[in-house]
């Protein structure tokens, strides 16, 4: 699996992002950590139109669909070459790889040499090993599924480090990623900072 993590939206090299493209141009949009709050259809089109723009054809993945359906879950992945994940609350989207067995899923696709995870925020932080810390700019008792479901603090665990987006950018979130720095610092905890526009590849 190759992956392109970005701190906001598309980032600063969506050129590269184009070679990284698999075969399959089929992507499944997961917008899963935004379900703790409504959706403006508008926003979800255009985002829908950046893809298309880059050369990706599309379609909404919707984990909720899968909630107790690993085998139609893994179906439907391998039917695409790429998923794009987008931010919003990590807890959340954790909350819902848990439900539709994504998470377990995900070791499989590691396997899958042309395959792209693609995302960003909430999408490139839930690929750590741990989620302590994020809570400070995360609400991890944002539980729409139910909240008879613990909150989650372990992530994918592909990295051995947390990526912290919007490190002094321009963004809502970015004061509280500092003091987020800070908790990592204080632990002695590993993160790499990304501002808005940077990218982390691993191909």
């Known amino acids: 699996m190759k992956f392109y993590l970005s701190s906001y939206r598309m980032g600063n090299s969506v050129a590269k992002l184009r070679r990284m493209m698999p075969k399959n141009k089929k992507v499944g949009l997961i917008l899963n950590a935004l379900d703790y709050t409504s959706i403006d259809e508008r926003k979800v089109k255009e985002k829908i139109k950046v893809l298309n723009r880059i050369g990706f054809e599309p379609e909404i993945l919707d984990l909720k ?37 994504f998470d377990k899923i995900f070791n499989n696709l590691l ?57 002094k950018s321009k963004h809502a979130e970015s004061r509280l990623i500092t003091k987020t720095i800070q908790y990592f610092i204080d632990h002695k905890l ?12 691993i191909e």
């Open 65 to 101: 669909m899968y909630f107790g359906k690993q085998k139609e879950l893994e179906k439907k992945l391998a039917e695409l070459g790429a998923v794009w994940v987008n931010g919003g609350n990590t807890f959340v989207l954790r909350q819902a790889m848990r439900l539709s067995s």
């Open 111 to 167: 396997k899958r040499k042309d395959f792209l995870y693609g995302g960003y925020s909430a999408g490139i932080c839930v690929l750590a090993k741990d989620l302590h810390g994020l809570e400070i700019v995360d609400d991890p008792h944002q539980r729409p599924y139910s909240k008879k479901y613990k909150i989650i603090w372990e992530g994918l665990g592909l990295l051995n480090y947390m990526i912290l987006p919007h490190y």
């Open 190 to 201: 590993l993160f790499k900072a990304l501002r808005d526009g940077e990218v982390i590849i």
